[in-house]
C-alpha cells in the first residue's frame, strides 16, 4: 500500500514537471573589459556592405527600390556605405554610332540610379558588368575590347566629373560577377578573352584617374580550376605580370547554413593563394558575397528573425578575430548580399534586411517597410569603434561571441561591448545563458551608458505578424504592433555609470541574442555650427 501511495505521487509529480516549459540556464560565462588599456588593433568596419542583382535593369528605377536603399542609407554611422549591383552596366544604352564605328552612350538611367545612391550617402559597388544595347559580343576581338576600354574610361571620368574625384575614388569597382558561371557569362568568356576584358577594364580607370580608383577581381566561387579557369587564370596573369592591377581579391564563399562554414571556407582560400601565388598575398581580401546560404528567395523561417541577424554579427566577430587578428590577413570586405526586395508571400522570411508589404488595397496603393532583425544588428555594429579591444572570458561558450571595441575621437570618448548568442539557424528561446559582463577604467566627463538586446521574445516583427493571422495587408493598428518590436530593446539606459569607474552588468541572453553596451562620455567641445544647408 505504502509502495503503491509512493508511485501515485511520483507520477503525479512527473505530470506536473512535463506540462511545465524546461528552461535550460546554462554556467554563466564572465567577461571582462578593462577599457583604459591599450588598443590590441584597429577594427576596420568591413561589414559595411550589402547588395543584389536585379531582375531587369528598370528595377532598379522602381519606387519600392528607391524606398528600400533610402531605408538602407539611414543606418547610423553609415553601417553600410555600400550597395554592389549586378548587370549595372544594362542601364546604359547606345543612343547612336558614328561612320567609324565609334559608339554614343546614353546614361540618363544609371546617373538617375546614382544620384539616388549619393543621396543616401551610398557607394555602388560598381560592377564593371552588363552589355549597353547588346553592342559588345567577342572580347577576342581587339576593337571591342578597345570599346570597352573607352567605356570604362567614360564611366568613371563621367562621375568624377559629377561628384569629383575623391568621391569616385571610395567606390570599389570590380570584374564581372562569377565569370566561370553560364548564368553570369553571356559573353561566353574564354581565359583569353576574358583576360582582355580585364586589362581593358584596369587601362579605362587608369586613363580616367591615373591609378587613383579600385579595381577588383574576379569575383569568383574558386572551385577546382578544372571548374573555375577564369578566376584561377586571372590571380596567374596577375602573378605573371611586373605589377598587378588588382586592388583587392574579390570571392564568395557562403554558409550552407553555417557561419562557421564561412570562415573555413576564406581561410582555406587565402592558405591556397598564398602558396600558389605569394606574390599575391598581401592584395586585400573581399568576400563580397558572405551569406550564411545561397538562394536569396529561398523562404527560410530564420531569415525572419534574431537567428539570421545573430549569425551575420557571430561571423563579423570571428573574421575579426580569428582572420583578421590571429591570421593577420587583409581582409577589406565581408559582404552580406541582402538588398533585396520580397515578394508575396514571403514578407520577412527571404534574404533581405527589410520585410515590403504592397499596400495594393489602398486607393493610391502605396508600400509599407519594416525593419527585421538582421538590420537593426547592422544598427547595432555601427556602434562599435574603430580600435578592438581586449576582452577578457572566464568559462567561454562556444556559441557565444564577444567583440569590444573604443574610438578616442576629440569630441568623444566611446567603449562598446558586442555579445552574441548564436547557434547558427537554431531557436531555443528556452535556453538562456546570463552573461556577467565587467567593464573596468570607464574615463571621460559624466560617462552613461545604454544596454540594447535583440531577441526572439522582444524584437520579432514577423512572430507578431504570424500571430496576427498573417495578413497580406495589415492593418495600422497592427503595423504600428510591429514597429514597436523592431528593436533594439533598449534593458537599461540611457543611466550614469557608478562614481567608482566600473560597470557590472547580469545580462540574460536567450538563444539566438544579440546585446551591445554602449558607454560616452559628454564631448568636450560643443558641436560645430551647420553649414551649407540644401
Not at 528600400?68 to 554610332?97: E, F, K
Not at 567583440?403 to 566611446?414: I, K, P, V
Request: hydrophobic fraction near 40%.
Amino acid at each position: 500500500m505504502g509502495n503503491s501511495r509512493f508511485m501515485c505521487l511520483l507520477l503525479e509529480s512527473a505530470a506536473i514537471s512535463w506540462s511545465l516549459p524546461i528552461v535550460i540556464v546554462w554556467a554563466e560565462p564572465r567577461v571582462t573589459v578593462d577599457v583604459a588599456k591599450p588598443s590590441i588593433g584597429e577594427l576596420q568596419h568591413f561589414w559595411d556592405s550589402t547588395g543584389l542583382c536585379p531582375s531587369a535593369p528598370n528595377f532598379l528605377l522602381a519606387k519600392d527600390e528607391r524606398f528600400n536603399l533610402a531605408l538602407i542609407g539611414s543606418l547610423p554611422h553609415q553601417s553600410i556605405s555600400q550597395v554592389r549591383i549586378h548587370w549595372l552596366l544594362d542601364l546604359i544604352t547606345v543612343s547612336s554610332v558614328d561612320e567609324s564605328g565609334t559608339p554614343y552612350y546614353n546614361f540618363t538611367f544609371l546617373d538617375q540610379w546614382i544620384d539616388w545612391l549619393q543621396l543616401y550617402r551610398l557607394n555602388p559597388g560598381f560592377e564593371l558588368m552588363g552589355n549597353p544595347s547588346h553592342l559588345f559580343s567577342d572580347f577576342s576581338n581587339s576593337t571591342q575590347a578597345k570599346m570597352w576600354r573607352h567605356l570604362v574610361r567614360e564611366v568613371a571620368s563621367r562621375y568624377i566629373g559629377r561628384y569629383g574625384l575623391a568621391a569616385v575614388a571610395q567606390w570599389r569597382f570590380e570584374t564581372w560577377n562569377e565569370p566561370d558561371l553560364k548564368s553570369y557569362n553571356i559573353l561566353n568568356f574564354t581565359l583569353q578573352s576574358y583576360l582582355q576584358y580585364f586589362e581593358a577594364c584596369s587601362a579605362g580607370l587608369q586613363d580616367a584617374a591615373q591609378g587613383i580608383l579600385r579595381l577588383g577581381g574576379p569575383a569568383g566561387l574558386f572551385k577546382t580550376w578544372e571548374k573555375h579557369p577564369l578566376c584561377w587564370g586571372l590571380l596567374q596573369h596577375c602573378t605573371n605580370q611586373t605589377a598587378c592591377s588588382l586592388n583587392f581579391i574579390s570571392f564568395h564563399k557562403k554558409g550552407g547554413g553555417s557561419g562557421s562554414a564561412i570562415l573555413e571556407q576564406g581561410l582555406e582560400l587565402a592558405h591556397n593563394i598564398s602558396i600558389m601565388y605569394p606574390s599575391l598575398r598581401r592584395i586585400p581580401l573581399a568576400n563580397d558575397e558572405a551569406d550564411p546560404l545561397t538562394g536569396w528567395s529561398k523562404s527560410e523561417s530564420w531569415r525572419a528573425d534574431v537567428r539570421y541577424g545573430a549569425m551575420v554579427a557571430a561571423v563579423i566577430v570571428a573574421h575579426q578575430q580569428i582572420m583578421v587578428r590571429q591570421h593577420g590577413l587583409p581582409l577589406q570586405l565581408l559582404s552580406n548580399d541582402n538588398a533585396f526586395l520580397n515578394y508575396h508571400p514571403y514578407y520577412f522570411t527571404q534574404r533581405t534586411l527589410l520585410a515590403r508589404f504592397q499596400m495594393n488595397n489602398t486607393n493610391p496603393p502605396h508600400v509599407q517597410f519594416f525593419k527585421k532583425p538582421v538590420y537593426t544588428a547592422m544598427a547595432l555594429l555601427s556602434l562599435l569603434g574603430n580600435q578592438e579591444l581586449q576582452a577578457a572570458v572566464r568559462m567561454p561558450d562556444d556559441r557565444l561571441s564577444v567583440l569590444a571595441a573604443g574610438s578616442n575621437r576629440q569630441d568623444a570618448w566611446t567603449r562598446s561591448v558586442l555579445l552574441v548568442f548564436s547557434n547558427n539557424t537554431a531557436s531555443q528561446p528556452d535556453e538562456r545563458m546570463n552573461v556577467m559582463l565587467r567593464v573596468l577604467s570607464v574615463q571621460g566627463a559624466s560617462p552613461r551608458y545604454t544596454l540594447y538586446l535583440l531577441d526572439d521574445t522582444l524584437t520579432n516583427p514577423a512572430q507578431v505578424w504570424l500571430n496576427a493571422g498573417a495578413p497580406v495587408f495589415p492593418e495600422q493598428q497592427l503595423r504600428a504592433q510591429l514597429r514597436a518590436v523592431e528593436g533594439p530593446h533598449r534593458v537599461r539606459g540611457p543611466t550614469s555609470v557608478p562614481t567608482l569607474e566600473k560597470l557590472r552588468l547580469l545580462v540574460p541572453l536567450k538563444l539566438p541574442s544579440v546585446a551591445l553596451l554602449h558607454i560616452c562620455s559628454k564631448p568636450t567641445e560643443a558641436p560645430g555650427q551647420f553649414r551649407a544647408l540644401g
